[in-house]
């Protein structure tokens, strides 16, 4: 019985490598959108795609991010400015990428812009610390998708949201992880809307990588504990701050800067004929992350507070 049950699950394995690696004919000819490529994996997957020959629109925040990234690739490669939070602003580019693809269609639209800050423990924040966050994890990726549809459509193409390990596990305080946990679930109810169209949705799910929003994690923290309102402050107490910045820290180091993990999963996403529906990115999402996740609530709680430092007021 072990014997069969081994080879079923071999053959499954074998048929999924194989179908995995079927990809999609005239890439070269296929426009893919992508935003936030001012740095980190949306600059990274740019120059990427741009050297595997397919026509890349990049859109970035600030005008320095566009001529760099343009510097440091080909022609075909094109860029726009985009502020995500703007729905002006999504609309101009979607008038933009409309004249760049004609009536090709848009075959990949990756949701790739996001930000960190501010990342405490909720009570030290604000309504408007959330909003900030939300409006561009979570709102300007329903905002550029719901634009960019018809596009997508009519090229039977692609749309890979880049979420988190953040959008299945909790595990701190902030606008970030509930914007991730929206991102997942506009994901899901998408993909299940589009397949009779023939578009295809990803989700994409890193853990923790050196980043410039790893690192701006770090000082939001800070950031926050200078506002923090005074009963707050003194319930969790100068020990537990400092202790948790040094624990940021640690994880600041340990984070992973092999970027190409994330990239490479995107360009996967957009290229295979048969992509799957959520990657995991990074040893720590497979093997730590995502195992706790589907642990017993009170479990999943204990393995991710029981090396937290404890507040001053703490019973």
């Known amino acids: ?75 075909r490669l094109k860029t726009t400015i985009l502020d995500v939070t703007s729905t002006e602003s999504v609309a101009t580019a979607m008038e933009w990428v409309k004249g760049c693809v004609g009536d090709k269609g848009l075959w990949g639209l990756v949701n790739n812009a996001g930000v960190a800050f501010a990342t405490a423990p909720n009570e030290w924040l604000k309504k408007g610390d959330f909003e900030n966050v939300i409006h561009v994890n979570l709102l300007g990726v329903i905002d550029v998708t719901l634009h960019m549809l018809p596009l997508v459509r009519t090229a039977r193409g692609r749309v890979v949201n880049v979420a988190s390990v953040m959008g299945r596990l909790a595990s701190f305080g902030g606008g970030y992880c509930p914007s991730k946990y929206g991102v997942e679930a506009f994901s899901d109810s998408l993909r299940r809307e589009l397949f009779p169209f023939g578009v295809q949705v990803s989700i994409i799910e890193p853990g923790n990588f050196s980043t410039p929003i790893a690192q701006k994690i770090r000082e939001s923290f800070k950031a926050a504990w200078s506002r923090a309102p005074s009963d707050a402050g003194a319930a969790y107490g100068q020990l537990y701050f400092e202790e948790f910045c040094r624990l940021l820290q640690e ?23 048969h992509p799957r529906t959520r990657y995991s990115a990074g040893w720590d999402a497979k093997l730590f992350y995502l195992p706790v996740s589907y642990l017993p609530t009170s479990l999943a709680d204990y393995v991710l507070t029981r090396s937290l430092p404890r507040p001053a007021q703490a019973v």
């Open 1 to 75: 019985m072990w014997l069969y049950l081994a080879a079923l699950l071999g053959l499954y394995f074998l048929r999924r490598w194989y179908r995995e690696r079927q990809t999609v004919e005239k890439l070269t000819e296929k426009y893919v959108f992508i935003t936030g490529c001012d740095s980190g994996f949306g600059n990274l997957l740019a120059r990427q795609l741009d050297t595997q020959g397919m026509q890349v629109l990049a859109a970035c925040l600030t005008q320095k991010g566009a001529e760099e990234l343009e510097k440091a690739t080909s022609g």
């Open 251 to 273: 994880l600041g180091n340990r984070g992973c800067p092999n970027l190409h993990l994330v990239t490479d999963k995107i360009e996967h996403a957009l290229t295979s004929c």
